[in-house]
């Protein structure tokens, strides 16, 4: 019984001589895992922005006079040349009333001839004095008011002639149907849509570019522009036209680049990706959850990859760039690895564990 009992004793001596150096382990504190990107600023210049191949000068052509569409002899995508016949409108009213102008002025005309005639025969018995001066001016009335309805007569007819062009359409320059309106059979009115040709020769790349880069770019920052299915062909290109407003859902503005001398499979809407040769940021951007307040000042945490312990660092912060971050001013270095999530779990000194969650 008593030999039990001490080896009871022993067994408890055992246990609790094995149990202390596992209590005095797990009152160690275990490294937090953070996650943490290193400092650097973006590289817009290698990430390019997505838009398609358009025309600089497109116009939608229409009839100058109300009609039926009869004829239309291109389709959409279709190559014209400057003057090309593009559709006709029904015009037989016009046609007869063009050619009731012309019977008018042909009219007109023969009573000038005949009104000049007179005058001539007149003026010859007036030198006989075989009539009066009065008979005379009559003539001389005549004739002036035959040459006035000479002239509105041939007035009318170069009206009636320009109504007659008005049936045809044709393309004021040489280029592609980008768009047809109207078909065959369609009633149009004057100045309504009906094909839209754009020149082939000046295109440019359409692209849409956060705000917040724009504002680091000059207005006439030039770009490296590359063709999506072959990125060995690319052309260079100047910004032309930037959008007065961002659009209100993606904060994004319209950006036209004008292209210089593009290869001919620059061909419209094409797509194409717009690389920056100037870099619209200079200075470090960093998530805005690694940035936390401290004593009205802001701060970071920043990771000391060999004692692998996290430091207080105040920085000193600039715009707060969407879909980018947060610019930082001053108190970083290109480099430096900072944590950016649960900046507000930890204390200056405390041990962390940034494996696995390195964002790069």
Known sequence: MRRAGVVSILLLAVLSAGCKPAEEKSSEPVPRTVRSVLAAVPDIKSTGFTGLVEPRYEAALGFQTTGRIVSRDVELGSLVTKGELLATIDGEQIMLAARSAESQATVAAAQLANAQASEGRLRTLLAEKSISQADFDSATLATAT?????RQAQAELDKAKDRVSYLELRAETDGVVTAVDSDVGQVVSAGTAVITVART?????????????????????????????????RANGRIREIAPQADAATRTRHVKILLDNPPEAFRLGSLVTAFPKEAPFTRIVLPVSAVFEKDGKASVWVVDATAKTVSEKPVETGKTLSGYGIEINSGLAVGDRVVTAGVHELNDGQRVNIDGGIEE
């Open 146 to 150: 035959a040459q006035a309805q000479v």
């Open 201 to 233: 020769d000046v295109r440019e790349a359409v692209v849409d570019i956060p705000n917040e880069i724009m504002a680091g770019m000059r207005p006439d920052a030039e770009f490296d522009v590359v063709l999506a299915v072959d990125p060995r062909t």
